[in-house]
């Protein structure tokens, strides 16, 4: 264990929560005042939960498995979330004559009033703790300025604390499933499921939007969506990682598991998402 971690780099922290350093000032006040359309789709995640797969997933339904439509249509709207630069920008200039889907990493309170509100839906992926860590520190390792996650064990540190780069996993995924998982305009799934039950979830998906497709238009969009076709599309925006379930074990030292186990046996008591959270399938 790291004691002392160093003083992070090139963040971006307003109102107490820690934003990446290409986030404005402004920028959670103009998500928060985002105008939401009837049709929108948001898809939600903490980093590293998977939601460039659940946005392909989600574009493949919209496109009903159509390959030469995606690509086209992921090639002129090259967007990340919401919340990086100036996309919220580009995400309202977008044309009305189909559904935006929309990424985010916003926490509960910056997200688009009108969304908490009914308007639009929402596409929530929540992946477990212990993978989702593994994952996360993965990708900030080798990101610049961003010193204190360089090793795992300080990185491990900092996943506990709430100054973590997007808060810790369970302030973030805590206040919208215990809060929000009722609400009509929310599908929550898990990151195990979609890997237990790929297509299951497609039409758990196409069920929500409304947008029923046929067996074999289904069967399209889940071959489309396999991990291993995802990677050989270049025009799939930022695909990285394994994608392993139970991957934590080959980074989590005995003592590290057992300290993450007694803070989330603590955090999740009584809770209705404790339910839903495996590590293994």
Not at 191 to 206: P, Q
Not at 221 to 237: P, R, Y
């Amino acid at each position: 264990m790291t004691e002392n971690p160093k003083t992070l780099l090139g963040l971006n922290v307003i109102n107490g929560f820690t934003w990446p350093p290409h986030v404005h000032d402004d920028t959670p006040d103009n998500i928060h005042n985002f105008k939401v359309r009837e049709d929108d789709v948001f898809v939600l995640t903490y980093p590293k939960s998977g939601i460039h797969w659940t946005q392909t997933l989600v574009e493949n339904i919209l496109f009903e498995g159509n390959s030469d439509k995606i690509k086209k249509d992921s090639e002129s709207n090259p967007l990340g979330p919401i919340e990086l630069g100036d996309n919220f920008k580009k995400y309202e200039s977008f044309s009305t004559e189909k559904p935006r889907v929309i990424m985010s990493h916003a926490p509960v309170d910056v997200l688009p009033k009108q969304l908490l509100e009914g308007k639009g839906k929402v596409v929530f992926v929540i992946r477990n703790p212990k993978d989702n860590l593994v994952s996360y520190w993965n990708f900030l390792k080798d990101r610049q300025n961003l010193e204190e996650y360089e090793q795992w064990d300080s990185c491990f540190e900092a996943s506990l604390r709430a100054d973590m780069l997007y808060g810790n996993w369970f302030d973030f995924n805590l206040p919208y499933y215990e809060h929000h998982r009722n609400k009509k305009n929310f599908l929550f799934l898990t990151y195990e499921e979609m890997e237990l039950d790929h297509k299951g979830c497609v039409v758990r998906i196409c069920e929500f939007l409304s947008r029923p497709l046929s067996e074999e238009q289904v069967d399209k969009v889940v071959e489309n969506t396999t991990f291993s076709n995802m990677k050989a599309n270049k025009h799939v925006l930022c695909f990285q990682g394994k994608g392993i379930v139970g991957d934590w074990k080959t980074r989590f030292t005995v003592a590290q598991n057992e300290r993450f186990d007694a803070i989330c046996n603590q955090r999740m008591e009584g809770t209705a998402l404790a339910k839903r959270i495996v590590f293994e399938i």
